[in-house]
């Protein structure tokens, strides 16, 4: 799978880097990434007793003006290919890439609670400064994290969550046998 996901990932940059059409085609990796983890749209695409047909009219009706042939070559080989579970993992490969070309970073922030505002500047500020780059974030709510924080970038997980620190304080109390 990892094979397969690296040809889509390469023919896409290839496709992008030929066209010289990398900052569109970064917006447009963007909003088919969100469109496609939309819960409904995620369980239509995998669903297998849909055809592939209806699968490509999906596409068609809601990207033919909004998206590059390079683009809707892929999803229509992906989805020919029955691997769809491939599209996110490759488009999120794709904007990361295309991101760091441009000196961007993409970190995900899990909360407890939306965060607001000033809490994301914040954040911003403090990766800007640590990773040495502009970084864009998206945030997700996520009841389980008891409380605090937790950041996604670039394969890094900072872990700023109360979980974390208690884990982190027992840890410490049991290596000095407290």
Do not use: W
């Not at 042939?69 to 599209?87: A, K, M, N, P, S």
């Not at 974030?137 to 937790?150: A, L, N, R, S």
């Not at 996604?152 to 407290?178: A, C, F, P, S, W």
Request: charge should be negative.
């Amino acid at each position: 799978m990892a094979k397969l996901k690296e040809q889509y990932l390469s023919k896409l940059l290839e496709s992008s880097e030929d066209a010289g059409t990398l900052k569109e085609d970064l917006q447009q990796a963007i909003l088919l990434r969100d469109t496609l983890e939309n819960p409904e749209v995620h369980a239509f695409l995998a669903d297998k007793n849909i055809l592939e047909l209806e699968k490509n009219k999906f596409f068609i009706d809601s990207f033919s003006d909004k998206l590059s042939d390079h683009f809707v070559d892929f999803l229509y080989q992906t989805i020919h290919l029955g691997q769809e579970r491939l599209l996110i993992p490759v488009l999120n490969e794709y904007i990361g890439r295309i991101k760091k070309r441009f000196g961007r970073i993409e970190a995900k922030v899990v909360s407890a609670v939306p965060l607001n505002e000033e809490q994301i500047q914040s954040i911003d500020q403090v990766l800007s400064q640590k990773l040495n780059a502009n970084v864009d974030i998206k945030t997700e709510v996520d009841p389980k994290v008891i409380g605090g924080f937790y950041c996604l970038v670039d394969g890094q997980i900072y872990d700023g969550t109360v979980r974390h620190q208690l884990k982190t304080m027992k840890r410490t109390l049991k290596e000095r046998n407290i």
